[in-house]
């Protein structure tokens, strides 16, 4: 079954645009559960941005489902992840400037200085996944690095077909296809997310290899307009359907 992890990062920016509590993260995580979700991800961003250190505490004490949480590989983050030992930690790419994660992490350009981290979750029993693009050597890369989990990067995909550039959008879909195949026969298990919505997540649901989706900023502005409850739900539907179709 292919898992919907739902993000809720940008629950916290609208809070966090007048410095109180409401709309409250937790609450949202809480909705998603009752709503079909398999499990969180909340993105500690080292400006938090948006998800706050408190989020992190209560979403450990509070929400039964596995937490993905994601972190840059900084001192400060490894240990706040090895204090809370959530269920997986997502190493990802971070820059101060960026208004949202750019692309997957570099690991083989940074492969010395992740090891190390990669090592530690590893061995403190939380699952180790590396944001990534499809690209067979980084894909080669997290498998000698010792990660349990990569998640392919789909945003070249969704920004394609947000300009309705349909020949890139077919390019980028089959280079996530053959990259979900090398990583699956490397042994590696293998999740996706960025910028998916309703109408791009069904031919990356659709891959085989993939256990498990991220989605949150289309979700979230979705439950704007109909409610979180019906945006999660409406989400794992055509995530199922697309796996429904693929077997047809
Ligand atoms: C790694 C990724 O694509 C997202 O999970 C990440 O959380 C995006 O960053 P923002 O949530 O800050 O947009
Ligand atoms: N890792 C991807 C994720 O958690 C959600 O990304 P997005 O749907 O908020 O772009």
Redesign the pocket.
Known sequence: MLRLGV?I??VATIRNARGGAHPDPVRAARQAAESGADGI?A?L?EDR??ITDGDIDRLMAEIDLPLNL?IAATPEMLDIALRHKPHAV?L?PEKREE???EGGLDIAAGHNHLAPYVRQLDEAGIRVSL?IEADPVQIAVAEAMGASVIEL?T?AYCEAALRGDTEAVAGHLELLKIGASEAFRRGLEVHA??GLTYDTVKPIAAIPELLEL?I??FLIGEAIFRGLREAVTTMRGLIVEAREEAVE
């Open positions: 993000n990062d940008h991800t993105h961003r941005r948006h994601e997502c990802v208004r949202t994660t944001f990067h945003g997310g960025h991220n949150g900023h």
